[in-house]
């Protein structure tokens, strides 16, 4: 079982920059792959950036490559989403989430996942 928290959500205006963090609790970080997504109102949530179990890999939706990282803090047990020149179409609540593995490949496929954080709201305004 692994918990998952996220903060970091906020107001930011349009160009400017967010780090969220996603600390997790219960068992080894390292042997679970992690990724982002997100869900804007009356959309689907989708895909934004994954990092592979042993942090070797990783892999971003179009949308938001070349603008977004996702490093990690194995020894916080903690994975980020470095968010820079935002965009009002950024706007959205963003969910972090685990899914343990043996493989070392990214996990895009939100229905892969296996554990969710609360969401953490992030508004960019024009």
């Known amino acids: 079982q692994v918990q998952l928290v996220e903060s970091g959500g906020g107001l930011v205006q349009a160009g400017g920059s967010l780090r969220l963090s996603c600390a997790a609790s219960g068992r080894t970080f390292s042997s679970y792959a992690m990724g982002w997504f997100r869900q804007a109102p009356g959309k689907e949530r989708e895909f934004v950036a994954a990092i592979s179990r042993s942090g070797g890999s990783t892999y971003y939706a179009d949308s938001v490559q070349g603008r977004f990282t996702i490093p990690t803090n194995n020894a916080k047990n903690t994975v980020y989403l470095q968010m820079n020149s935002l965009n009002p179409e950024d706007t959205a609540v963003y969910y972090c989430?685990?899914?343990?593995?043996?493989?070392?490949?990214?996990?895009?496929?939100?229905?892969?996942?296996?554990?969710w954080g609360q969401g953490t709201q992030v508004t960019v305004s024009s």
């Open positions: 989430a685990a899914v343990w593995t043996r493989h070392t490949d990214v996990v895009v496929i939100t229905s892969a996942y296996d554990y």
